[in-house]
């Protein structure tokens, strides 16, 4: 990634900012958290006593932003336009960018359970992949999901995503191996071409 795309523009929805999470956000990102420790539960590998401290948070955000401007990944929080408190709603990410022929990457997210329901992880993931294919110039978003998780399901097939498959033993998540349900965007006005 060259200088002058190191710096992150915080995305625009109709009702939200994503950011890239700055030192200043360990709290809040350590609020978040612990406020869904058991809705996340069931999607989420086992969590050590540590991921539910500040200094985790701290470091944790380091590495997410070193990632973002080496070109690794993309992990924002989301925040409520009207808010002044600045709560996290959620957050998305693009993970494991891999360029060269696949031109491609990871989609994840998750939303506050107070916030289910309500649109807003569609809005968010929209303004997202608008960036994966506009700004980062990808081809390919894989996201994945457990077969029990409906919700996700209905979000990633009112985004366009086409599934792909079946994966038996997937992930560990919730201390054991998850089948997932695989899926794809892709960019359909790609080009090789550099401007």
């Excluded at 506050?112 to 110039?137: C, P, W």
């Excluded at 919730?174 to 550099?194: E, K, V």
Aim: glycine letters at 6%.
């Amino acid at each position: 990634m060259s200088p002058e795309q190191s710096a992150f523009t915080p995305l625009e929805t109709a009702r939200l900012r994503l950011v890239l999470p700055d030192a200043t956000d360990a709290s809040r990102l350590l609020r978040y958290y612990e406020e869904n420790k058991q809705h996340f539960a069931p999607w989420q590998e086992l969590r050590s006593d540590e991921y539910y401290t500040e200094a985790f948070w701290i470091a944790e955000i380091a590495r997410l932003q070193e990632d973002f401007v080496n070109g690794r990944s993309l992990r924002l929080v989301l925040l409520d336009k009207f808010d002044a408190a600045g709560s996290i709603l959620g957050q998305c990410s693009l993970s494991n960018i891999i360029r060269g022929a696949f031109q491609a990457c990871y989609l994840g997210y998750s939303l506050h359970h107070q916030a289910v329901g309500k649109g807003l992880m569609s809005e968010a993931l929209t303004a997202l992949i608008a960036y994966a294919f506009n700004d980062l110039r990808l081809h390919r978003i894989m996201a994945n999901y457990m077969p029990s998780n409906e919700r996700s399901a209905r979000v990633l097939q009112r985004l366009g995503f086409q599934v792909e498959g079946y994966a038996r033993d997937y992930l560990f998540l919730a201390g054991r191996w998850q089948d997932h349900i695989m899926t794809s965007l892709t960019n359909p006005s790609w080009s090789a071409s550099r401007e």
